[in-house]
């Protein structure tokens, strides 16, 4: 089955660190760009990061730029999201996304269940 | 970045009627090489991750049921929905991927009158 399936949230005190985990399965995640989005509770989808699909090339958000690193291992099908010097606003349901063309500016056509982190004292 | 506005923010439709929920964007998204527009629209249900429906603003992705439809070109789009079914309540957002980083829409919410 393909599918994403992200881990490693969970609550936080702010100025903290959290490391996301996104598992791929069933397509060849070597070839893909794949990107993070993130969702504060009752709002809408912010586009967080994207990593090629080498590892080559990273992008961010500019409100995570300098505190959020991108990262991927390709021999284990697995996606990085490193977190530090986390704000009550970085409270969000994280999402990892494929994109369709294989991009990280890109549609997103597969994504996972998502994961929740909580910053709070 | 460029900045994706959708109108109505809620809609409430009856069953079996059209739903047409409408998505600007503060620059052409077309890209004349092409000729593609870099929009994309999502549905979004309660508690689930949110599920492609169209891309290059009008191609419906596989699944995806005829009666959701995408039209517009440039900055301004619209997702229409031709026959209300219960299960098509959700969020549904708009999306550009034409820059770096792409942006999304605020989300209309659409509900069963």
């Known amino acids: 089955e393909v599918q994403l399936l992200e881990s490693g949230g969970g609550l936080v005190q702010p100025g903290g660190s959290l490391r996301l985990s996104c598992a791929a399965s069933?397509?060849?995640?070597?070839?893909?760009?794949i990107s993070w989005v993130r969702q504060a509770p009752g709002k809408g989808l912010e586009w967080v990061s994207g990593i090629s699909d080498s590892g080559s090339s990273t992008y961010y958000a500019d409100s995570v730029k300098g505190r959020f690193t991108i990262s991927r291992d390709n021999s284990k099908n697995t996606l990085f999201l490193q977190m530090n010097s986390l704000r009550a606003e970085d409270t969000a349901i994280y999402y990892c996304?494929?994109?369709?063309?294989?991009?990280?500016?890109?549609?997103?056509?597969?994504w996972g269940q998502g994961t929740m982190v909580t910053v709070s004292s | 970045d460029i900045v994706m506005t959708q109108s109505p923010d809620s809609l409430a439709v009856s069953l079996g009627e059209r739903a047409t929920i409408n998505c600007k964007s503060s620059?052409?998204?077309?890209?004349?090489?092409?000729?593609?527009?870099?929009l994309a629209w999502y549905q979004q249900k309660s508690g689930q991750p949110p599920n492609l429906l169209i891309y290059w603003a009008s191609t419906r992705e596989s699944g995806v049921p005829d009666r959701f439809s995408g039209s517009g070109s440039g900055t301004d789009f619209s997702l229409t929905i031709s026959s209300l079914q219960a299960e098509d309540v959700a969020v549904y957002y708009c999306?550009?991927?034409?820059?770096?980083?792409?942006?999304f829409g605020q989300g209309t919410k659409l509900e069963i009158k």
């Open positions: 999306q550009q991927y034409y820059n770096t980083p792409p942006t």
């Open positions: 620059q052409s998204v077309l890209y004349s090489s092409n000729n593609k527009n870099y």
């Open positions: 996304a494929r994109g369709i063309r294989g991009l990280f500016n890109d549609a997103f056509d597969l």
């Open positions: 069933g397509f060849t995640f070597s070839s893909y760009a």
